[in-house]
């Protein structure tokens, strides 16, 4: 069988989780590292064994010949560190979100597409073990027919919470309820509708957003609809992450931590009727729980290995990190206009750059990268000490 040559460009914490979950792999082999800044390069190498360190991710490129590039990087890289690498004619593993806008994400898509190569985007919580235990619990007829999802985020700012936490929510929904066709979505901040004017530039550069606290709903083809939930909390809490599947028959749970089943689709805190019963979970063969490499990023280097060897795409593809893509950008576009968006969006366009436009605005003023100094940055902005 074949071992698949992997390269990691950069070495941070996504970077390092990573590249662990490859290295573990007993079907790939950690090739070469790239990164700017030669603590993290040496750490990371140091750690994984692996001599060839990078500064330059030509150079990489060129002396390793790697059969898959994985990009955790910063959003507002993805676009120029895919387009530079797909050149290479070799597969790409990019961090979410896919891009920090359509028309980006489309031209990553095409690129891959002529040069015959995969895309995936790393949600990995949709090839999880937990996931794979709801998706096999929807599939087997456990809850009946699928009506409504719930899902919420970990408490972040709503706009910068739907480009990070959310981009994972709707992948892993999308597993559940196929494709969607179009979303209806309310966005507040400092408890009224939004404006123009709070349309600002997201921590992480995850591109354009607005809003501290968004509900979204999605109407899928399947005829199911969610609601998707980024509301901003005192205290971030990544317990809070995960959805429900509600169904005709009964309810089901998903976190990244476990999965679990109601057997009633009506739940009454009345001691009889919530006694929620945890799912089995299956970790594939091969994985050590006793590695330190997380189970859900081995889930997905093991998909992304099964779905080489077999020709097909990655369950998180190229499609699916677009149609994320569409969902979110429908999110904050309804959001500011107040109607609902058909998908997939004609308008190819960052929605909230063009309704600045319309208004007579110019670009959003600068705000901090890292997100607690961005945050405060965003209360003094709304007057709040």
């Given at each position: 069988m074949p071992t698949y040559r992997v390269a990691i460009l950069g070495c941070r914490a996504r970077g390092t989780a990573a590249a662990r979950a490859y290295h573990a792999h007993p079907k790939c082999?950690?090739?070469?590292?790239?990164?700017?800044?030669?603590?993290?390069?040496?750490?990371?190498?140091?750690?994984?064994?692996?001599?060839?360190?990078?500064?330059?991710?030509?150079?990489?490129?060129?002396?390793?010949?790697?059969?898959?590039?994985?990009?955790?990087?910063?959003?507002?890289?993805?676009?120029?560190?895919?387009?530079?690498?797909?050149?290479?004619?070799?597969?790409?593993?990019?961090?979410?979100?896919?891009?920090?806008?359509?028309?980006?994400?489309?031209?990553?898509?095409?690129?891959?597409?002529?040069?015959?190569?995969?895309?995936?985007?790393?949600?990995?919580?949709?090839?999880?073990?937990?996931?794979?235990?709801?998706?096999?619990?929807?599939?087997?007829?456990?809850?009946?027919?699928?009506?409504?999802?719930?899902?919420?985020?970990?408490?972040?700012?709503?706009?910068?919470?739907?480009?990070?936490?959310?981009?994972?929510?709707?992948?892993?929904?999308?597993?559940?309820?196929?494709?969607?066709?179009?979303?209806?979505?309310?966005?507040?901040?400092?408890?009224?509708?939004?404006?123009?004017?709070?349309?600002?530039?997201?921590?992480?550069?995850?591109?354009?957003?607005?809003?501290?606290?968004?509900?979204?709903?999605?109407?899928?083809?399947?005829?199911?609809?969610?609601?998707?939930?980024?509301?901003?909390?005192?205290?971030?809490?990544?317990?809070?992450?995960?959805?429900?599947?509600?169904?005709?028959?009964?309810?089901?749970?998903w976190k990244t931590s476990g999965a679990w089943w109601l057997r009633t689709p009506h739940f009454l805190p009345d001691g009889k009727n919530d006694q929620w019963e945890p799912l089995p979970i299956t970790q594939p063969v091969g994985y050590d729980a006793d590695s330190g490499v997380s189970p859900e990023e081995y889930n997905y280097v093991e998909e992304y290995v099964n779905a080489l060897d077999a020709g097909r795409e990655h369950e998180c593809s190229g499609v699916q990190g677009l149609h994320v893509m569409e969902i979110l950008m429908a999110v904050l576009e309804s959001s500011a206009h107040g109607v609902r968006i058909d998908l997939p969006q004609k308008i190819r366009t960052h929605p909230l750059e063009q309704w600045r436009k319309e208004s007579g605005l110019g670009s959003p003023r600068e705000m901090p990268r890292e997100y607690r100094s961005w945050l405060a940055a965003e209360d003094a902005r709304l007057g709040r000490s």
């Open positions: 082999e950690v090739v070469g590292l790239c990164d700017l800044v030669p603590d993290l390069l040496n750490a990371l190498g140091d750690e994984l064994g692996v001599t060839a360190r990078y500064d330059d991710l030509d150079s990489m490129m060129l002396e390793q010949n790697p059969d898959i590039v994985a990009i955790p990087t910063g959003t507002e890289f993805h676009y120029d560190l895919s387009m530079r690498i797909l050149e290479y004619g070799v597969h790409i593993d990019v961090e979410k979100p896919m891009c920090a806008t359509l028309e980006q994400a489309d031209e990553v898509l095409r690129l891959s597409q002529q040069k015959g190569v995969r895309i995936a985007v790393h949600h990995q919580g949709r090839t999880g073990a937990a996931m794979n235990a709801v998706a096999a619990a929807v599939q087997s007829g456990k809850i009946g027919d699928i009506r409504h999802m719930n899902a919420s985020g970990k408490g972040y700012y709503g706009g910068y919470g739907l480009m990070n936490i959310g981009t994972h929510a709707v992948n892993a929904m999308l597993r559940i309820t196929g494709p969607c066709r179009s979303v209806t979505s309310l966005a507040l901040t400092d408890g009224r509708t939004v404006t123009p004017d709070d349309v600002i530039p997201s921590a992480g550069g995850m591109g354009t957003v607005l809003g501290e606290r968004i509900t979204a709903t999605l109407a899928f083809d399947s005829g199911v609809t969610a609601t998707l939930l980024q509301q901003r909390f005192p205290v971030v809490d990544a317990t809070a992450y995960g959805f429900e599947v509600c169904g005709t028959e009964g309810r089901l749970i």
